[in-house]
């Protein structure tokens, strides 16, 4: 079974300081890896990806995450806040493989971020 | 970019009664679509793996003859939520994998009085 911990419910950042949003799994085989970003009564918005390759992964909207695999995590990080990144950030993983696109996407709980202005 | 489409947004219904949700591939072939639901403030659970040409694969605890899913061509998926309850009120979300991706359409806010 696959699964996904975000282990902060809110994380609270002033504007224009450095934001990380964590997040680790665990997957029985290579892992590909997602952050999504929800707004209010809003479907998700795709930030970013690892599939392969270079583990720091460049994103949407200045966001970045650098994937882990010894630590098993995948972290969100952006270098300066601004107060319209408030919302709800969602990681989640599927299995890797040849039968991507069928693999289920398991989500973490949410973590709710809130820049101060 | 993939687009995934999802009709309607917002539905308010009687108890008693169904509702029929449906999620579109509008540039893209999808033969496995996704179905979750959200509760307030909680994550997104998945519902049921929708294949085309196919019955749908139902996680445990979805029952599905209240969720009917119906994946009748490459970019047509529907949810069905039968006999509808207040309880069944909630966030739902389709979801289809265009190349190493997941795409989400916007969800479908149900309220059931």
């Known amino acids: 079974a696959q699964s996904v911990a975000q282990p902060e419910d809110q994380v609270n950042v002033a504007e224009g300081n450095p934001l990380t949003v964590k997040c680790t799994y665990s997957?029985?085989?290579?892992?590909?890896l997602f952050w999504y970003v929800q707004y209010p009564n809003r479907g998700l918005q795709f930030l970013l990806k690892?599939?392969?390759?270079?583990?720091l992964v460049k994103g949407s909207y200045g966001f970045e995450a650098e994937f882990n695999k010894s630590q098993t995590s995948f972290h969100l990080k952006k270098p300066s806040a601004l107060v319209s990144d408030s919302a709800l950030y969602f990681c989640a993983v599927a299995l890797g493989g040849s039968n991507f696109g069928n693999e289920k996407l398991t989500f973490g709980t949410g973590t709710r971020l809130t820049i101060i202005p | 970019g993939a687009v995934v489409s999802q009709h309607p947004s917002r539905v308010i219904c009687k108890s008693g009664t169904s509702v029929k949700i449906e999620c579109r591939s509008l540039?893209?072939?999808?033969?496995?679509m996704f179905w979750y639901r959200q509760f307030p403030k909680q994550s997104l659970m998945l519902m049921a793996t929708s294949n085309e040409g196919s019955k749908a694969t139902y996680e445990q605890g979805v029952e599905k003859d209240k969720f009917l899913i119906n994946h009748a061509s490459l970019t047509l998926s529907t949810l069905t939520v039968t006999s509808a309850h207040p309880e069944d009120s909630s966030f739902y979300i389709c979801?289809?994998?265009?190349?190493?991706?997941?795409?989400f359409g916007s969800g479908t806010r149900l309220t059931v009085v």
């Open positions: 540039d893209f072939q999808a033969t496995t």
């Open positions: 979801s289809a994998t265009p190349r190493y991706g997941y795409t």
């Open positions: 690892y599939i392969t390759g270079d583990n």
């Open positions: 997957v029985s085989g290579n892992p590909y």
